[in-house]
């Protein structure tokens, strides 16, 4: 299949090791912030979400932290697996709108 | 699962002629989102849809774009004339939302759009 991206930032890690993937954000007015998945040549697929009254949320083998004071959000991948591999997007929402703005993106490579 | 679908999956056009794309959404969703994803970025939010009307339309170019939700339910993105610069995925989303409370937006798996 296609490259979703072709420059983005890279973050290699080992099959069964933790994955940590930063995300830095720019409004202070964010309250709401998705991370989503997204292997080549396909739509973006919800990996969890997180209000800004919360510094962390956890669903299955993923973790989301939210640092408010330096605008800074993380996704955590426990025992990384092959199937995780694909680009990597955090999004965030403000204010009356309900757009979604997304970061850069980062790349997931799992190596055996 | 309940997914939105989009079609055509790809498309290849050559510029100046019409092309159209069409997102059936989540079953009861009542927010419908297009967006376009150049290669290597995130996507951008072209129109936001409430039913049937149009939210948010800001960075759609509308001297060659429109887009329609007659019923409220299934929608189309056409652009008239293509350029060469509208290569890209064009991505639906839905969500349950209504009024200013933060659901989450469900893609679908996008068309992709070549203009030769």
């Known amino acids: 299949g296609e490259s979703v991206g072709l420059h983005l930032p890279t973050l290699s890690v080992q099959e069964g090791d933790n994955s940590i993937i930063n995300c830095a954000y720019s409004?202070?007015?964010?309250?709401?912030f998705i991370w989503y998945k997204q292997e080549s040549g396909k739509g973006p697929q919800f990996i969890i979400d997180i209000r800004s009254n919360m510094d962390k949320r956890q669903g299955q083998r993923v973790t989301v932290l939210l640092n408010k004071t330096v605008k800074h959000l993380s996704l955590q991948i426990a025992a990384t697996q092959p199937g995780d591999s694909a680009v990597y997007f955090c999004a965030e929402m403000a204010g009356t709108a309900s757009k979604l703005t997304f970061g850069t993106g980062t790349r997931l490579q799992v190596t055996l | 699962e309940a997914e939105v679908a989009q079609s055509p999956r790809y498309k290849i056009t050559e510029k100046s002629q019409a092309v159209a794309f069409w997102c059936d959404p989540i079953?009861?969703?009542?927010?419908l989102y297009w967006y376009r994803q150049i290669l290597g970025q995130g996507p951008e939010l072209l129109v936001q849809f409430q039913d049937e009307s149009v939210v948010d339309d800001s960075q759609l170019p509308k001297d060659r774009f429109s887009a329609e939700r007659l019923k409220g339910v299934d929608s189309t993105l056409k652009i008239q004339p293509a350029e060469l610069g509208d290569s890209a995925m064009y991505l639906c989303a839905s969500s349950s939302q209504q009024g200013g409370f933060r659901e989450t937006q469900y893609f679908g798996p996008g068309t992709r759009l070549l203009v030769l």
């Open positions: 409004n202070s007015a964010s309250d709401y």
């Open positions: 079953s009861g969703h009542a927010t």
